[in-house]
């Protein structure tokens, strides 16, 4: 694999990492700097992740179009530079408040993800880029697997020390991608930066009008709305269902994250050559709807645990969504269409944490009934269920030269 390649997956990698090293110590961090209780904290984290992926959201689509009229190594570089600093302020923050700003730059540097997105594109063949979409999206699931377990440990040394932590492996990436990274825009193929295009929701317009894009835009949506039941309401459903401790409910994520990299990595492959991109969309809805099926209503942990694998086959959905549409648009657009993307799945993380919990506090709130923790998880089976209705009235577009 070539340097520059490793730099992009070292990248996504480092980016969910950060995420999840923070996110044990968030609970205590917010009741030292507030001098709150559990549950007042857990609100406030609701806020912090809350306005992180509005930031995300908002920002993805200039980043993206930034990338296509910049290039992406200066974009890439600057992100990176902007999110390790953050870290540091986090590290130092006193306040709540200065924990909210930093939520806010880290949203708008998290932006990266789509820049990252396109220089795979562009250092992949058309009928690679699915595949390898699947090795960005498992570098970003690795993250997550080592994340949560090195925060755990991290936390051990006092709150402050995950983030200085994140902050040293955003650093040293910089280093690293200063050295290898080459500029795949050429002066030539510089696009014109529209802001008309560069917000998400004129973003959106634009792409939604060719041919197929905008159905296919919301398949990807759903999807992840649907699948953001698992960190929205993991934690939660774990200790009303089964009673699990933190240590548990971490190693159950840890155990998540590892089989949507396996999926990511060495499966979405193999399927895609044998089912095709829309046959591997279908796929791991199939599997999806199954497993959301089956956790919402087993009443055994340990059977929750052993359908973890199959519920991480749905991992291939949104690689095979991202082939499809991105050999629909035209080489100059492909930051573009990764900002759009970005920002669909952090609009989903905007709406999903309030729908979900909403939904779990509703049916396990004292004198509830029926008593149902697994009620979320049916919601993501009703979502699912639209998505694929949407899709299988989906032609392919042809593909824009």
Do not use: C
């Not at 961090?29 to 992740?49: D, F, H, K, T």
Request: aromatic share 10%; charged share 10%; net charge positive.
């Amino acid at each position: 694999m070539r340097p520059a390649a490793l730099f992009i997956l070292a990248t996504v990698m480092i980016d969910s990492m950060g995420i999840g090293l923070i996110i044990p110590v968030m609970p205590d961090l917010i009741e030292e700097v507030r001098g709150a209780n559990l549950s007042q904290a857990a609100l406030w984290g609701g806020v912090l992740a809350t306005t992180f992926a509005v930031m995300q959201f908002l920002f993805s689509p200039l980043v993206g179009s930034l990338s296509d009229r910049f290039g992406r190594r200066p974009i890439l570089l600057t992100s990176l530079t902007v999110m390790a600093l953050d870290y540091v302020l986090m590290a130092l923050a006193g306040s709540i408040w200065l924990l909210l700003l930093g939520r806010v730059i880290g949203g708008i540097s998290a932006a990266t993800a789509a820049t990252a997105s396109t220089y795979m594109a562009d250092i992949s063949a058309p009928k690679d880029r699915a595949a390898n979409f699947g090795l960005v999206s498992a570098g970003f699931g690795m993250g997550f697997v080592l994340g949560p377990v090195a925060g755990g440990f991290l936390a051990e040394l006092g709150t402050r020390a995950p983030f200085w932590a994140a902050a040293a492996l955003a650093a040293s990436n910089v280093a690293f991608g200063w050295v290898v990274l080459k500029e795949t825009v050429a002066p030539e193929n510089a696009r014109p930066l529209s802001l008309r295009r560069a917000n998400p929701l004129g973003a959106v317009r634009h792409l939604g009008a060719l041919p197929g894009i905008k159905r296919l835009l919301l398949v990807y949506f759903l999807y992840h709305l649907a699948f953001a039941v698992y960190p929205s309401v993991w934690s939660y459903f774990g200790k009303a269902q089964f009673d699990w401790s933190p240590a548990l409910i971490g190693a159950s994520l840890a155990l998540f994250g590892l089989s949507m990299a396996i999926v990511q990595a060495g499966v979405i492959r193999p399927v895609l050559k044998n089912l095709g991109e829309r046959g591997t969309v279908l796929f791991g809805y199939v599997f999806s709807a199954v497993t959301f099926f089956l956790i919402a209503t087993v009443t055994s942990g340990t059977t929750v645990l052993l359908l973890t694998p199959l519920a991480a086959l749905a991992g291939v959905i949104p690689v095979a969504l991202q082939g499809i549409m991105s050999q629909a648009v035209a080489q100059n657009a492909q930051g573009e269409l990764q900002g759009v993307l970005t920002s669909a799945s952090a609009l989903a993380m905007v709406v999903a944490p309030l729908a979900m919990t909403s939904t779990f506090a509703a049916f396990t709130a004292p004198g509830a009934a029926p008593y149902f923790p697994g009620a979320p998880f049916l919601l993501s089976l009703l979502l699912t269920v639209i998505a694929v209705s949407i899709f299988i009235r989906w032609q392919p577009p042809r593909v824009t030269s």
